[in-house]
C-alpha cells in the first residue's frame, strides 16, 4: 500500500521559516493533485496550499505570499516552503494526494509550532 511521509516540521520563532516535504513511496501516475492541510487544535482541518497535475497552484488567503507549494516529479516529492511564519500557522500539517485512480491517500501529519 502507498504510503505517504512527511517531514520537515519543527519549531520556529515568528518571522522564520520551515520546509515540509511529502513523499509518495512508489510512483503515483494519476495524481490529480497534491495539497497540504492543516490542523490546529479544537480546529477543523483545513486547506493550505494545493497543486494540481498541470502544476496549478491555490493558496488559503491566509497564506498567500507567505507559502509556496511545488513539486519534484522525479522524486515524487512535494515541498512546502512556509516563510514569516506566524504564530498562528501552529498545527499538525497533513499530506493529501487526490487520484483520478486509486484512493485519497494522507500523510501521518507533522507538526509545526511557532513561538517565541
Known amino acids: 500500500q502507498v504510503q505517504l511521509v512527511e517531514s520537515g516540521g519543527g519549531s520556529a520563532r515568528p518571522g522564520g521559516s520551515l520546509r515540509l516535504s511529502c513523499a509518495a513511496s512508489?510512483?503515483?501516475?494519476?495524481?490529480?493533485?497534491v495539497g497540504w492541510y492543516r490542523q490546529a487544535p479544537g480546529k477543523q482541518r483545513e486547506l493550505v496550499a494545493s497543486?494540481?497535475?498541470?502544476?496549478?497552484?491555490n493558496y488559503a488567503e491566509s497564506v498567500k505570499g507567505r507559502f509556496t507549494i511545488s513539486k519534484d516529479s522525479a522524486d515524487n516529492t512535494v515541498y512546502l516552503q512556509m516563510n514569516s511564519l506566524l504564530p498562528e500557522d501552529t498545527a499538525v500539517y497533513y499530506c493529501n494526494i487526490k487520484q483520478l485512480i486509486g484512493p485519497n491517500l494522507w500523510g501521518q501529519g507533522t507538526q509545526v509550532t511557532v513561538s517565541s
Open positions: 512508489e510512483s503515483l501516475p494519476h495524481i490529480l493533485v
Open positions: 497543486i494540481s497535475s498541470a502544476s496549478i497552484t
